[in-house]
């Protein structure tokens, strides 16, 4: 008979490889009205929305063609992490715009814990 809970350990979540996060309703802190600030939020900073990853060996990638397929480590409906560097900074899920242009955005459905950095 096994104990509850025992078996095959979870692996780590992201949260634990990242930054602790918290929902998105997380308040939103304001600007402060002083030109220094102005100038420092007005820096356009560039995200990358990642929506999983693949490890193939290099020969499988080489060998791969136009049509190949890259079984990614998430599922369709997973969050994707939404990072700034190599900082995970927030979660979302991806959404379709309703403008019929078939573009995609990120609904934000998590914001990286902001208390316990440096």
């Known amino acids: 008979m096994s104990e509850p809970g025992a078996g095959a350990a979870a692996p780590p979540s992201v949260e634990a490889e990242n930054d602790h996060v918290a929902p998105a309703r997380a308040p939103v802190h304001s600007v402060p009205d002083q030109p220094a600030y102005r100038a420092f939020y007005s820096l356009p900073v560039e995200i990358v929305v990642c929506v999983g990853t693949a490890r ?11 049509e190949a397929v890259i079984l990614l480590d998430r599922r369709l409906d ?3 992490d939404i990072r700034v560097g190599d900082r995970v900074i927030a979660r979302g899920e991806l959404q379709e715009l309703d403008d019929g242009s078939g573009r995609l955005g990120v609904r934000l459905t998590e914001i990286a814990d902001r208390g316990g950095r440096r």
Do not use: R
């Open 56 to 66: 193939p060996a290099l020969g499988e990638l080489l060998a791969m063609g136009s």
């Open 78 to 80: 997973d969050p994707v």
